[in-house]
């Protein structure tokens, strides 16, 4: 085991007391977890800290030349008091493969996770328990030399901050709409779209902010050589349910392996679903949702879990998918993977890590 410098913080913050207004991302734990890299020494000092801002120097490179990668997962509170993980590991691996696109150290996964653990550890009052509450994880990994030029970093920041977030829809499992994007892309094969890395978010808010303008909760992103082909939902993956069939966008190298979609993927063909993994053009599914051949679309990822969608919105012209309720696998597929999640139904794919 690696030595892990603690440091408590004396003057605990006051949590929150209704758990039902968390929301997300408002609110932060008494500490954090700090890690660093040099080039030729590798990491080192690894710390548990009072959370706070560290101090940077202005030419750090990371401010210039956007060397940033970043994960997002939870950690959550079962029904007798325990907590629990759901594949951390799979997000430490993802992220080394950001950190190794972007030209940044692979981590030390091992040690990250157990300077999560130990974080955690004491930090774990700060895991809500009401229904839909949990305690996100956001992991991150800057570029801090400073020096200007275009180069990778010599020096490089890993931290871990947490946030008790509340049920991302207050009101419960309910239809989002969505409007396709075919002005901007997001990224583009060969370019980032596979790495979790704040530029791909920062190239999405503008179609954002345009789209919620228009009265849509989400932009669906086309591929950027194209403009034809489906690829991902703002933060989340998109799935389109035939009868027994569920069609998900191959992962080209413009969008992200989601861990919550390789999940659902595998709890849908247990279910009896033929699962496909292809090239899927707007067309096509704007056809198939029109003529009811697709009965459910819906979005992944660790947020939401499962989103389903309402409507489409494309070239002015918009469709509704199903009734433009909820669809029988959409809430099938969200029962059974927030079950497994909250310790309410059995995990029989060793994607949960029991911490106490």
Not at 195 to 212: C, D, F, P, R, V
Not at 249 to 275: D, F, K, Q
């Amino acid at each position: 085991m690696s030595e892990i410098k603690v440091t408590l913080r004396k003057d605990l913050k006051k949590k929150p007391q209704d758990e039902g207004k968390l929301g997300f991302g408002q609110y932060f734990t008494d500490h954090m977890f700090l890690l660093k890299y040099e080039a030729g020494k590798g990491w080192y000092d690894a710390e548990v800290k009072p959370y706070g801002p560290f101090e940077m120097d202005p030419a750090s490179m990371v401010f210039h030349y956007g060397q940033e990668i970043f994960e997002g997962a939870k950690c959550y509170r079962r029904e007798d008091g325990g907590l629990q993980l759901f594949r951390i590991k799979d997000n430490f691996a993802r992220m080394s493969d950001s950190a190794e696109r972007l030209s940044m150290p692979r981590l030390d996964e091992a040690l990250c996770l157990e300077g999560l653990k130990k974080l955690l550890e004491i930090d774990k009052d700060w895991v809500p328990s009401a229904p839909g509450t949990s305690l996100y994880i956001r992991p991150t990994l800057i570029a801090t030399e400073a020096k200007l030029g275009v180069h990778a970093s010599h020096t490089y920041l890993f931290f871990i901050i947490l946030s008790p977030v509340g049920a991302y829809y207050a009101a419960g499992l309910k239809p989002v709409d969505i409007y396709v994007e075919d002005t901007y892309v997001r990224a583009v094969r060969g370019g980032l779209g596979e790495a979790k890395a704040g530029g791909n978010y920062a190239a999405s808010i503008l179609a954002s902010e345009t789209a919620q303008k228009k009265g849509y909760s989400q932009v669906l992103w086309l591929d950027g050589v194209e403009h034809k082909y489906v690829e991902e939902v703002g933060a989340m993956n998109i799935m389109f349910a035939y009868d027994k069939k569920l069609v998900t966008p191959a992962l080209t190298g413009g969008l992200l392996s989601g861990i919550t979609r390789r999940s659902i993927l595998t709890l849908a063909e247990e279910m009896g679903y033929e699962v496909e993994e292809k090239r899927i053009s707007i067309e096509e599914a704007f056809r198939d949702v029109q003529s009811d051949a697709i009965k459910e679309v819906f979005g992944t990822g660790t947020a939401a879990v499962v989103s389903p969608v309402g409507k489409l919105c494309w070239k002015g012209e918009t469709v509704t998918v199903g009734d433009g309720g909820i669809g029988a696998l959409s809430q099938k597929l969200y029962d059974t993977l927030t079950g497994i999640q909250l310790g309410k139904i059995q995990d029989t794919h060793h994607w949960i890590e029991k911490l106490s």
